[in-house]
Nanobody
Framework: QVQLVESGGGLVQAGGSLRLSCAAS????????MGWFRQAPGKEREFVGA????????SYADSVKGRFTISRDNTKNTVYLQMNSLKPEDTAVYYC??????????????????WGQGTQVTVSS
C-alpha cells in the first residue's frame, strides 16, 4: 500500500547540484520518518540522511553534512534531497525509504520498512 517513487537523478559535473524527489503515498505522514540511502557499485547501501516528516529533526552522514539537505513539500507528499558541491564519490543509486514506527531517526537500513526503486546519480570529474 505504501509506495515511494524517486526521480531527479542524472549526470552532473563535480561541483554541480542536483535535487532528488521522492513522491510518497499510503503513509501516515505525520508519524513517518523519511530516509535517504545510496549504493555505489561494489559497496553496501549506506545512510545519507533522514528527517521526520514534519521536518523538525534531521540527521546526515558526515560525508554529506553541509552539502546535502533534506526537505519536504507537504502539499505534494514529496521529500527532497538537495545535493550541492557534488563529488565523484557521490556517484551511486539513491534510494528513499520510510520508517513508519518512528521513535528515533536511524541510519540502519533495517529500521526502514519501505523503499523506492532508486535513481542513478553520476558525478563526473
Amino acid at each position: 500500500q505504501v509506495q515511494l517513487v524517486e526521480s531527479g537523478g542524472g549526470l552532473v559535473q563535480a561541483g554541480g547540484s542536483l535535487r532528488l524527489s521522492c513522491a510518497a503515498s499510503g503513509l501516515t505522514f505525520s508519524s513517518s520518518y523519511m530516509g535517504w540511502f545510496r549504493q555505489a557499485p561494489g559497496k553496501e547501501r549506506e545512510f545519507v540522511g533522514a528527517m521526520t516528516w514534519s521536518g523538525s529533526t534531521t540527521s546526515y552522514a558526515d560525508s554529506v553534512k553541509g552539502r546535502f539537505t533534506i526537505s519536504r513539500d507537504n502539499t505534494k507528499n514529496t521529500v527532497y534531497l538537495q545535493m550541492n558541491s557534488l563529488k565523484p564519490e557521490d556517484t551511486a543509486v539513491y534510494y528513499c525509504a520510510a520508517d513508519i514506527d518512528g521513535g528515533n531517526l536511524s541510519a540502519r537500513k533495517s529500521k526502514y520498512h519501505f523503499w523506492g526503486q532508486g535513481t542513478q546519480v553520476t558525478v563526473s570529474s
